[in-house]
């Protein structure tokens, strides 16, 4: 544990935190910090964000060997469709 500083910053204020505390958990300039009060003290906890990454269709299917889409024959054409 260690001692942060609270700094004016702008129009606001800042809180300064050692590279120490930074580094132990994780973070870096630029990180977000949801702050609250919790039985009169400030809790600060680093906001993570989650990255989701998604392969492209022919990846995702490239080996699949399952049933193939078809026209099920549930509608017909309406309008002037090229079929």
């Known amino acids: ?3 942060s500083t609270l700094v004016k910053w702008g129009n606001g204020q800042g809180v300064r935190i050692s590279r120490d505390i930074m580094e132990s958990m994780g973070m870096s300039i630029g990180d977000r910090l949801e702050v609250q009060v919790r039985d009169g003290n400030i809790v600060m906890t680093p906001k993570r964000t989650r990255t989701i990454t998604i392969p492209d269709f022919q990846t995702m299917f490239a080996n699949y060997h399952g049933p193939q ?3 099920d024959g549930f509608a017909s054409p309406q309008g002037r469709e090229l079929l």
């Open 69 to 71: 889409a078809s026209e």
């Open 1 to 3: 544990m260690g001692t």
